[in-house]
């Protein structure tokens, strides 16, 4: 070693890790996980197969609607919808198929946290749906016209000359409908 090189000091000394003491491996023991009734429900979901009935059987559509908005009633929502025709619904009713909504010694209404089940005939429901249907198409009708009429929203370009116009189009591609649940 030269006499310029720095000799390095010992560092402290490496632990050796002592091996670990035999553990007994014991098959594991699949302990059955008890979950209290409803949990992980959604306690407003009304099972298809009984909304299916109501539709078929009864003619009818149900709706959770809002009752009361923090204790106090919703008036304008209520008149909303008794306006398109939503009537509360009542124990008893439809063969008492949504009564397991509510207390057995429940009478009345079916109310839970501030909404209350209300049903309509189905005519009404599809009436509405076609409503829905054309105001969809009109609208996606105004915004094709807007811009093939070079009225597009935003651009303040000059969008109104034959040659604009002529290299302005819609390409339109017709997905796979989704089906809507009724």
Not at 9 to 34: L, T
Not at 42 to 52: E, K
Not at 79 to 93: A, K, L, Y
Request: net charge neutral; aromatic share 4%.
């Amino acid at each position: 070693m030269n006499e310029t090189t720095e000799r390095k000091k010992p560092g402290p000394k490496p632990r050796i890790r002592e091996a670990a003491p035999a553990v007994e491996v014991r098959e594991a023991v699949r302990v059955k996980q008890r979950t209290r009734r409803g949990a992980g429900h959604d306690p407003l979901q009304i099972a298809r197969d009984i909304l299916d009935r109501i539709w078929n059987d009864f003619g009818a559509d149900l709706q959770w609607n809002t009752d009361t908005i923090l204790g106090q009633p919703d008036v304008v929502g209520t008149t909303n919808m008794s306006q398109q025709g939503w009537e509360p619904v009542q124990t008893g009713m439809f063969d008492g198929l949504v009564d397991y909504l509510v207390p057995r010694d429940h009478k009345g209404v079916i109310l839970y946290q501030g909404l209350r089940l209300d049903w309509r005939p189905k005519e009404l429901t599809l009436e509405a749906r076609e409503e829905d249907r054309q105001n969809a198409r009109m609208a996606v009708g105004v915004e094709e016209a807007k811009l093939r009429g070079g009225q597009i929203d935003g651009v303040t370009l000059e969008t109104n000359t034959p040659n604009v116009r002529a290299k302005t189009y819609i390409n339109k591609e017709r997905l796979a409908s989704v089906p809507i649940p009724h």
